[in-house]
């Protein structure tokens, strides 16, 4: 049972680099959205997805951009890497639209930007 | 602004000793999420609590949803090993067009054996 994978697991970047993570589950989920953690912080929605053609800004969109063209698929790139973009990304999806609902995590993607 | 306050942060204890973790905000939350994180994993879903005042048990863990649905504790009987990891509340937040999972700052727990 595949449910949310990421790819990749580790990436080390460059200041002003840019690159895409990426996210995939195959539970026809409609929700799908993407976290990251940081020491003391929990985690901290980023961008999020109700469905395929739509997304909107979680609480920390700056710098990243995120596109949903299908439901299985939910890619976060990030423009221009700063050295404050150094986190765990987590990837989750959910049954429904509502949110707030049941969350499936990926084993994340661990992102150093030197 | 982080809604969501877990305290302690840290928490190393032996085994068999009991424990609360406490989350607490000054909103309201529609519901109330309990996550347990394991290193190199992501959270994986406890329980979840929707009623002011509701206690849910789960063999040696009651989580307890505030009357006024502003906060939420974790307490874990008898702990063993197994019960190390990162433990996160989520709150189910009305913001904006849609609802949200906004999460906690988390616990880290270490039981020693």
């Known amino acids: 049972n595949a449910g949310v994978t990421q790819t990749p697991k580790f990436q080390v970047l460059k200041t002003g680099q840019s690159m895409t993570l990426q996210c995939a589950q195959d539970?026809?989920?409609?929700?799908m959205s993407w976290y990251r953690q940081d020491p003391g912080m929990g985690l901290r929605l980023i961008h999020y997805?109700?469905?395929?053609?739509?997304?909107d800004q979680g609480e920390v969109p700056n710098g990243y951009n995120v596109s949903r063209s299908t439901t299985e698929d939910f890619p976060l790139r990030l423009l221009s890497a700063a050295p404050s973009q150094t986190s765990v990304y987590f990837c989750?999806?959910?049954?429904?639209?509502?949110?707030?609902?049941?969350?499936?995590f990926g084993e994340g993607s661990r992102l150093t930007v030197l | 602004t982080q809604l969501l306050e877990q305290s302690p942060q840290f928490l190393s204890i032996q085994e068999g000793e009991n424990l609360t973790v406490y989350c607490n905000s000054s909103?309201?939350?529609?519901?109330l999420q309990w996550y347990r994180q394991e290193p190199g994993e992501g959270p994986v879903l406890l329980v979840t609590?929707?009623?002011?005042?509701e206690v849910k048990k789960l063999k040696r863990l009651t989580f307890q949803f505030g009357d006024a649905r502003k906060d939420s504790s974790l307490h874990i009987t008898a702990a063993q090993p197994g019960d190390t990891g990162l433990y996160l509340c989520?709150?189910?937040?009305?913001?904006?067009?849609?609802?949200?999972?906004?999460f906690g700052t988390g616990t880290l727990l270490a039981v020693q054996p």
């Open positions: 539970m026809n989920h409609e929700y």
């Open positions: 989520a709150g189910g937040y009305y913001g904006g067009a849609t609802n949200k999972l906004i």
């Open positions: 997805s109700v469905g395929a053609g739509i997304t």
């Open positions: 909103s309201v939350f529609s519901s």
């Open positions: 989750a999806s959910s049954s429904g639209t509502s949110g707030t609902g049941e969350l499936f």
């Open positions: 609590v929707v009623t002011g005042g």
